[in-house]
């Protein structure tokens, strides 16, 4: 247990649906990230915050995705009109100064 | 999105024999890491290596980062059944974003 957690572990949607996953990084962590691992590869950067605010969002990041750190704390990954292509490991990682990267246990979505 | 290079894709092993697996990259990066991934978890921090030419050791793991800043390997001495999983290298250039290898996925039977 890394301290990083996710939830939920597992969602199950169909295709339209709007979805929404939280991370709650390590307490002292200023820095969150946000993975997403389809099946076969290694994890790819979506976007990443330095306490509340969002600094950098990948290309991989369509107008679909929406991603919040209000309070600088927990963040929260929002997926609007699913699709199939959105299946995925959703993974989170949090950092605090020069450390390394932790990350969560990540959330599995399955789009029917 | 941008991938790493990792060599072999998958290696079966019997336990007690040695493994080693590599990374390359058209990029310099300042940091490089390596992961272990079981199903359907998070990837967990093996090593981590600042500086180039370091060479670092976290039990029967040991990891080099290439002189050129471009490469990385991993050594895995006397394997056992619970080092199976899948082995992920990652760069980490300037702006904190890691970059991920394709993964090495490692069997080893007794």
């Known amino acids: 247990d890394t301290g990083v957690s996710q939830d939920p572990r597992h969602k199950i949607t169909k295709r339209g649906q709007n979805v929404t996953f939280r991370c709650d990084p390590i307490?002292?962590?200023?820095?969150l990230y946000w993975y997403r691992q389809t099946l076969g590869q290694g994890p790819e950067f979506l976007t990443y915050?330095?306490?509340?605010?969002?600094?950098?969002k990948s290309r991989l990041l369509s107008d679909r995705f929406s991603a919040e750190r209000p309070k600088g704390s927990f963040s929260t990954l929002e997926i609007q009109r699913t699709e199939q292509g959105d299946s995925a490991m959703y993974l989170c990682?949090?950092?605090?100064?020069?450390?390394?990267?932790?990350f969560g246990p990540g959330t599995r979505l399955t789009v029917l | 999105g941008q991938q790493l290079n990792q060599s072999p894709q998958s290696m079966f092993i019997q336990e007690g024999e040695d493994v080693s697996m590599n990374c390359t990259s058209s990029?310099?990066?300042?940091?490089w890491l390596w992961y272990k991934q079981e199903p359907g978890e998070g990837p967990v921090l093996l090593i981590a290596?600042?500086?180039?030419?370091e060479l670092t050791s976290n039990g029967r793991l040991t990891a080099q980062f290439g002189i050129t800043r471009k490469d990385s390997f991993l050594n895995i001495s006397a394997s056992i059944p619970s080092d199976v999983g899948i082995y992920f290298c990652?760069?980490?250039?300037?702006?904190?974003?890691?970059?991920f290898g394709t993964g090495t996925r490692l069997q080893v039977f007794p």
């Open positions: 990682a949090s950092v605090q100064g020069r450390d390394t990267q932790y």
């Open positions: 990652a760069g980490q250039p300037v702006t904190d974003k890691l970059i």
């Open positions: 290596l600042y500086k180039a030419g």
């Open positions: 307490s002292e962590h200023n820095r």
């Open positions: 990029s310099i990066f300042n940091t």
């Open positions: 915050f330095q306490n509340e605010a969002q600094l950098e």
